[in-house]
């Protein structure tokens, strides 16, 4: 009995922000700050200072979370426990999307005003390369799961720029509908979802041979993408209705719709594919949905214009 009055006290005294699932990190971009959300309980455990405007937001399995601050003109590399001011790198005037490899060794930033994406070592900020897209706008910069490729969308746009990791030279553009936002690959990187804001549509991608092979109808203003981790569901948000849609990935079905905020906006889905945590941005909550049964479990109060979420 000794032993477990030892080991209870123990977790008395663990810090506010340790959790017992896994964690949500969501960057609002109206308050500075990002909100750190316990996925066991689907509470915000934490709320982490970040900069002026932060936006886009990446994290890996370990290391810290990386958020694009549109006010500061910089990528910021933040503690998930806080505690220190988070390390800046420079990217540009109005960096927005932030993509993450993999393995967790290299971000990619999108750069709205420059029109480019922008390429760095995660551990150290070491800019590799800068290169112009296409698009203009771009929003999202997202690797294809083997890191070989790094998938562009724009607001100006009608096509998905393609970026050659490596080299940093665009190698191709795929014709989508207008005004692409979200991206999401299969988890074996066969295909992209691309959701087309203006089209109210996702177009699925073959990533071998670099074209459409489908339209999905979705809901008005279709913006944000999640993939399940087993790749058998794709969840878009339709910023306008207030809802997600979740496709069914063997028959391009969509397969239910869930009201959620206003304007939920970009996701995440926890590791063990149960729950999709989606941005409201003009609710200022995330609402939590069961991706099989595809009910709404929760809204979660944060902070003010929340714009996507991050999970490790």
């Not at 017992?20 to 990190?25: E, I, K, M, N």
């Not at 490729?149 to 191709?172: C, H, K, P």
């Not at 670099?210 to 809901?219: F, P, S, Y």
């Not at 279709?222 to 979740?246: H, L, Q, Y």
Request: some cysteine; proline content about 7%; hydrophobic content about 40%.
């Amino acid at each position: 009995m000794g032993k477990l009055r030892l080991l209870a006290s123990l977790l008395c005294a663990l810090p506010a922000w340790a959790a017992a699932g896994p964690l949500a990190y969501v960057p609002n971009e109206k308050s500075g700050s990002v909100s750190v959300i316990d996925t066991e309980s689907d509470t915000v455990i934490r709320t982490l200072a970040a900069g002026q405007r932060p936006r886009g937001v990446a994290i890996a399995a370990s290391g810290p979370l990386y958020v694009s601050d549109e006010g500061g003109r910089a990528l910021l590399a933040v503690e998930p426990g806080g505690g220190e001011p988070p390390r800046s790198w420079p990217l540009g005037d109005s960096p927005e999307g932030v993509g993450i490899s993999a393995d967790g060794k290299l971000l990619a930033a999108a750069v709205e005003k420059t029109n480019s994406i922008v390429l760095l070592e995660a551990e150290t900020g070491v800019r590799r390369w800068e290169a112009r897209v296409a698009g203009k706008n771009p929003e999202h910069a997202v690797f294809s799961p083997d890191g070989r490729w790094i998938f562009v969308s724009a607001e100006e746009a009608e096509q998905v720029d393609v970026i050659d990791t490596a080299s940093g030279r665009q190698v191709a553009s795929i014709p989508v509908g207008r005004r692409p936002r979200g991206i999401g690959f299969l988890p074996d990187g066969s295909r992209a979802y691309v959701a087309c804001e203006l089209d109210n549509a996702v177009h699925v991608i073959d990533v071998a041979e670099r074209r459409t092979i489908a339209r999905i109808a979705a809901g008005t203003f279709s913006n944000g993408i999640a993939v399940r981790p087993d790749g058998k569901r794709v969840f878009v948000s339709n910023g306008k209705d207030g809802t997600v849609m979740a496709i069914d990935t063997a028959t391009h079905a969509v397969v239910g719709t869930t009201p959620v905020g206003k304007r939920p906006w970009n996701m995440a889905i926890t590791p063990d594919g149960r729950k999709l945590y989606v941005a409201n941005g003009r609710s200022n909550s995330v609402s939590v949905v069961d991706t099989e049964s595809l009910a709404r479990l929760k809204d979660i109060p944060v902070g003010d214009f929340p714009w996507g979420v991050a999970i490790r």
